[in-house]
């Protein structure tokens, strides 16, 4: 695989949460839960049918109508214009009404893709011709780790513009100077980068003493010891951060590519202490650390 920062045609080999599972199954007002959403410019419907959860691409092969419009009947979609159905095993028509005893025409074939559950994500994979996985998640199960699915938030920049963004050590005393950072601490050391398998790099960072802040078990910003990046090619980074006082919390996102100038992230913030307290407080600061982000993202 070959391919440019912004070459599309190379993210379309990888796995790509393209919505939450909460979103799938509150889409269904009577139709069935199916909605629509879009994957490095390309339109799906992601639909719950009887056999599992599948991605279509939106457009129904016989005049184009959007089958997010229609209804999941059975281990089918239906489209909304003239009812033909396509089943969820392959996307090939399995009824259509108009014709209910003619022959089904050989290209009456929505286009499926790829589709998994996992980790209360849908991720889908356009092109299933490398051999890529779903990437891990450190310790969502874990069950000394309270996982908590934070709202996922779309900008208006490419997903490698925000991972780059992720994992910058250098913004904290400029973009954070109040949360995660001090204003007083400009000069990092480059960390070893080890990269590993399945497109992994990996580094640790350790930061001067009051050099940097993270989030405890509370939702509150403490001292941090020292923080290990994983970085998951092409789009997803875990950071394993670990307190002076000695919790972890682990921050886990992934951007996926919308098309070439949006990006929607979603993310984890999971902790080993104060598990049964209340998960807002988690939401909100990581919301305010965004907000301080995006203006220069
Ligand atoms: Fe979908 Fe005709 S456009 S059935
Ligand atoms: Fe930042």
């Known amino acids: 695989m070959t391919g440019s920062f912004l070459d599309n045609e190379t993210w379309k080999y990888f796995w790509h949460p393209v919505c939450t599972v909460a979103e799938l199954d509150a889409s269904d007002h009577g139709r069935g839960a199916l909605l629509k959403t879009t994957l490095l410019g390309v339109e799906l419907v992601v639909a719950r049918t009887e056999s599992g959860v599948v991605a279509f691409n939106n457009r129904c092969p016989h005049r184009s109508a959007k089958l997010s419009l229609g209804w999941v009947r059975g281990d089918a979609i239906q489209c909304p214009y003239h009812g033909w159905s396509y089943g969820a095993k392959d996307g ?6 108009a014709a209910p005893n003619g022959p089904i025409p050989p290209n009456a074939k929505a286009t499926k893709y790829d589709c998994e559950v996992r980790y209360d994500l ?8 490398a051999d890529t996985n779903i990437p891990g998640h450190l310790v969502f199960d874990d069950p000394e780790f309270k996982c908590v699915l934070g709202p996922s938030y779309t900008w208006k920049t490419h997903s490698a ?11 904290f005393p400029f973009v954070h100077p109040e949360t995660l950072g001090s204003s007083g601490f400009n000069t990092f050391l480059a960390p070893n980068i080890d990269f590993q398998n399945e497109g992994t790099l990996r580094f640790r960072y350790v930061p001067q003493e009051g050099a940097r802040k993270a989030v405890d078990g509370k939702g509150n910003l403490s001292p941090l010891a020292f923080s290990d990046y994983r970085v998951r090619a092409p789009f997803g980074v875990t950071v394993d951060l670990t307190l002076t006082n000695g919790s972890r919390m682990v ?5 996926t590519p919308i098309d070439d100038i949006h990006c929607r992230s979603f993310w984890f913030t999971c902790r080993n202490t104060d598990r049964d307290g209340p998960d807002q407080p988690h939401i909100d600061v990581q919301a305010r650390i965004l907000e301080e982000d995006i203006h220069v993202v």
Do not use: K, Q, T, Y
Not at 92 to 97: E, L
């Open 92 to 97: 090939m028509c399995v009824a259509i009404p």
């Open 161 to 171: 513009r925000r991972v780059e963004n992720f994992v910058d050590l250098a913004h």
């Open 122 to 129: 849908v991720w889908v994979r356009l092109d299933n011709l």
């Open 251 to 255: 921050l886990w996102v992934w951007a």
